[in-house]
């Protein structure tokens, strides 16, 4: 596709006539403007070298491989890379990167706030006239107030080489949280999936190769490159199933075999009545289940924990947990240590409960099955808002595609006080049936303990500042006694939010958000800006000046994601191949401006702060972590990926444990079935359903008043979270957020489409315009998140932080989940007509996208 110049790309936008206000056109009418206006490469860069470098997307989590068309140093072309696992496609996201490079807005040199804080005022200073501010007011905080006080926030992940970089950073200095990109993204997922079974395997690792079904859960079919439908479509042609669990019929819904419309936040009832269905019918893997699962384990109700040889006899070993042997007919152990059984030959039960020395004791499975007992298809199907035909429909094809069935799901099943369980259920639905590591299954661990799985073992070692503050975590934590699934950095953004706006159980004295924006993405936008308004000090590294940047005294230039080096290997949501190939990200062009690597920053940092990285700077990390593969970082970028090899029943071969031992990567060795980490740190041992705060069952009369759930957090190709609505091309696409609405509740309150509309609750309003589909329930509307606007100025609001962004108008101040510290990010709410229509200061015709296009004279200033 050929990029479109900005004197062309204004020209098309003006000769479409006279173009009135958003309101009075509506989303349709911006729909012929979506030329690609990749970048003004103009006449200018039509003569000299062109260079074509290969590389890899990461505008999202697909990492799709792209080559990028560089002529006189500039980026002017992106293009999709055919013959690797991405299979040469690309999305808006990519195809919009010099776009994103070369844009205007971005910051290009450190700056220092000259203006009160949201003032907009910035004056440009060196690099070593922003360290002489910032290492001073670091030692003296941690000096004086202790390092964790000093909040640390990363974006959402660009790779893990980041998170790993600011961890390591800032644990050392003694830091314990920051707002927790866990609670709104994949993180706390993952935390949970490590506890139960070793490993996340939930959003990475499914295998529509070999499958009879796939199932998409919340999850949207191109949120993570679009290269998953190439996969899913050769699996459909070949006769396999797909299933798409989701309120909203999304792309993936419009392919599917069966689309389950389920009420939103009513996930938990599903999974426990296909969990309910499975045990109460036997038709489960129940080999894999006595082998591999700790479904045979008894309780000891007085603990509330598993039973151990130490709780029945004096001087018994805590290692070893008892389970009733039916071909001995007695109490046998499991060792946890050497990973063995106490009889040659075991027997173990897996449902019942047994006398234990006067004393019934439940295995594990039974305490599940008596759990899940209550969630008959009738009970399912009030709760969920489906048709009893629907339930039995989705867990009879479950059932019946099992074993030989991969699940994916998406980031919304993990905004809810009830995450971690949700994910546990997730982790039995799956395991019960036998999915894990089979063909067409999912993949525990993506890659061997050989090639692949290095990268996720090139782990720092702990400093003696970090092993203390773990040791004693709760006299630290802003958060004490909450969130120990998820480690040092608790992940809780509302204790940030309250610890800032209140002081309690302590002050934070300094913020660094490393590209990342928290107003825009936190719930209860107001309270978190209030926050950074409070903090002492605060450091901002970011592309451009976002609305929490605006509140920060000093802002670091960060390099674009394709002006840096990486490796590229599956983190979030990949499929097989995709799932056992790393790839190269090397940059197009250097870094504009004075702009730096984030990576290279926080070494920088951490240097100049004397604390000890293990490796010198980033390329000894990824000579490190390429070490099992026999190649140095250099050999890597020359080589441009390799794949590892596909290998199943990693479980029996020990290449999922880091002590080469059959089992999984979990304190048991086995599946936990039930979860001692999650009855000690979360709602319980076993996963229930909970209704959430606010909604048409838990809170009747506030649904009088506000009538309809407000679901959010639907993925589209134009935007990733808060990212690139300062790209013309992205806007010229989807030009406004955009609330979904049934035209049953359209007509109720006098709204068509393309109006501007308030979407109102019990914290205030927003506004977004309305698109009317029949593929959401008239009980529920969806609202884009995450939106801002870079036109508006930081006086107006931050850049218009709270015009159109749902999370302004969703409390963060009910109970999170005790695990893994997640919220609801869901609300009831009433929508209308917005009597003044748009928002004030927005852009709101094609022509004013003008100003996000570059004159390619900005790296120069």
Not at 606 to 634: C, H, P, Q, V
């Amino acid at each position: 596709m050929n990029a479109v110049s900005r004197r062309s790309f204004v020209k098309a936008m003006a000769a479409s006539g006279a173009l009135a206000t958003a309101a009075a056109l509506g989303y349709e009418a911006w729909k012929p403007f979506t030329a690609l206006a990749a970048d003004d490469a103009g006449s200018a860069q039509t003569e000299g070298e062109t260079q074509v470098i290969r590389s890899a997307c990461r505008n999202c989590y697909g990492r799709c491989t792209i080559n990028g068309i560089v002529k006189n140093g500039r980026l002017v072309r992106v293009e999709g890379r055919p013959g690797t696992y991405s299979e040469g496609t690309i999305c808006s996201r990519a195809f919009a990167i010099p776009q994103l490079v070369n844009s205007p807005l971005r910051v290009r040199y450190p700056m220092k706030r000259v203006g009160e804080r949201g003032e907009g005022k910035w004056e440009r200073i060196t690099w070593d006239e922003a360290w002489d501010i910032i290492i001073p007011k670091f030692k003296e905080v941690i000096e004086q107030y202790g390092g964790h006080t000093i909040l640390a926030n990363n974006g959402t992940g660009r790779d893990q080489l980041n998170i790993s970089v600011l961890q390591k950073c800032f644990y050392d200095m003694g830091s314990v949280g920051g707002f927790g990109v866990g609670s709104i993204c994949k993180i706390a997922g993952d935390f949970v999936q490590k506890t139960t079974i070793g490993n996340p395997c939930q959003f990475t690792g499914w295998n529509p190769e070999d499958t009879n079904l796939i199932v998409m859960w919340a999850r949207g079919m191109f949120s993570w490159g679009y290269y998953d439908w190439i996969y899913i479509k050769k699996a459909l042609d070949r006769g396999a199933k797909l299933m798409v669990v989701d309120p909203r019929h999304t792309a993936a819904a419009a392919k599917s075999t069966m689309w389950v419309p389920i009420r939103p936040g009513s996930d938990m009832a599903l999974i426990l009545a296909i969990i309910n269905e499975m045990i109460s019918s036997g038709r489960f893997d129940k080999d894999f289940a006595t082998k591999w699962t700790n479904s045979s384990f008894l309780l000891n109700d007085q603990t509330g924990l598993l039973l151990r040889e130490s709780d029945l006899a004096d001087g018994g070993s805590k290692d070893k947990i008892a389970y009733w042997d039916e071909g001995t007919g007695s109490v046998q152990f499991w060792d946890t240590v050497d990973l063995a059984w106490s009889v040659d030959d075991p027997k173990p039960a897996l449902l019942g409960s047994y006398d234990v020395e006067g004393i019934e004791r439940r295995t594990s499975l039974q305490k599940l099955a008596d759990a899940a007992a209550e969630w008959t298809v009738e009970k399912t199907a009030e709760t969920t808002w489906l048709t009893t035909d629907q339930v039995k429909d989705a867990i009879e094809l479950y059932i019946e595609s099992s074993p030989g069935t991969c699940f994916t799901r998406g980031q919304k099943t993990d905004f809810s006080d009830n995450s971690s369980s949700v994910s546990h259920a997730f982790t039995i639905m799956m395991a019960l049936a036998g999915n894990y590591e089979i063909p067409g299954g999912n993949s525990v661990k993506p890659g061997t303990s050989t090639k692949g799985s290095a990268l996720f073992d090139a782990v720092p070692p702990k400093s003696a500042v970090r092993q203390e503050i773990e040791a004693n975590i709760d006299d630290y934590s802003m958060c004490p006694g909450k969130a120990q699934i998820y480690g040092i950095r608790d992940g809780v953004y509302s204790a940030a939010t309250h610890a800032l706006t209140t002081g309690k159980p302590f002050q934070p004295r300094i913020y660094w958000g490393m590209n990342c924006e928290p107003i825009i993405s936190c719930a209860d936008s107001l309270e978190v800006a209030e926050g950074l308004k409070n903090i002492d000090f605060s450091v901002n590294v970011n592309l451009l000046m976002s609305p929490s940047a605006e509140l920060a005294d000093i802002v670091l230039p960060a390099a674009h994601q394709n002006e840096i080096d990486r490796i590229e290997y599956p983190q979030s949501g990949h499929c097989w191949p995709a799932n056992h190939t790393a790839t190269i990200r090397q940059p197009f062009t250097e870094p504009q401006g004075e702009c730096r690597d984030e990576v290279d920053i926080l070494f920088d940092l951490a240097s100049r702060l004397d604390i000890d990285m293990t490796w010198k700077d980033k390329y000894d990390w990824f000579n490190f972590a390429l070490k099992a593969t026999g190649m140095t970082f250099e050999e890597f970028r020359e080589a441009g990926e390799f794949v590892d090899e596909i290998t199943y029943g990693k479980h029996e071969k020990g290449l999922l444990r880091k002590d080469m031992k059959p089992g999984f990567e979990t304190k048991t060795g086995k599946v936990n079935i039930f979860s001692e980490e999650l009855q000690r740190f979360g709602w319980g041992g076993i996963p229930g359903y909970r209704e959430q705060p606010q909604s048409p069952f838990s809170d009747p009369d506030l649904a009088q008043e506000y009538p309809y759930v407000m679901l959010t957090g639907g993925r589209n190709h134009q935007y990733f979270h808060s990212e690139y609505r300062e790209s013309a091309y992205m806007r010229s696409i989807r030009p406004f957020p955009v609330v979904e609405i049934n035209p049953e509740t359209a007509h109720e309150n006098g709204v068509e489409e393309g109006d501007w509309v308030c979407i109102e609750t019990t914290m205030g309003s927003i506004k977004q315009v309305a698109h009317l589909t029949e593929g959401i329930d008239a009980r529920v509307v969806h609202c884009d998140h995450d939106w801002w606007f870079p036109e508006k100025g930081a006086q107006d609001g931050l850049h218009g932080a709270f015009d159109s962004n749902p999370n302004a108008i969703i409390d963060n101040d009910k109970v999170f989940d005790p695990a893994v510290g997640t919220d609801n990010f869901s609300s009831m709410c009433r929508i209308y007509k917005s009597p003044d229509g748009p928002p004030e200061g927005i852009f709101t015709t094609p022509e004013e996208l003008s100003a996000f296009l570059s004159n390619g004279q900005e790296d120069q200033q």
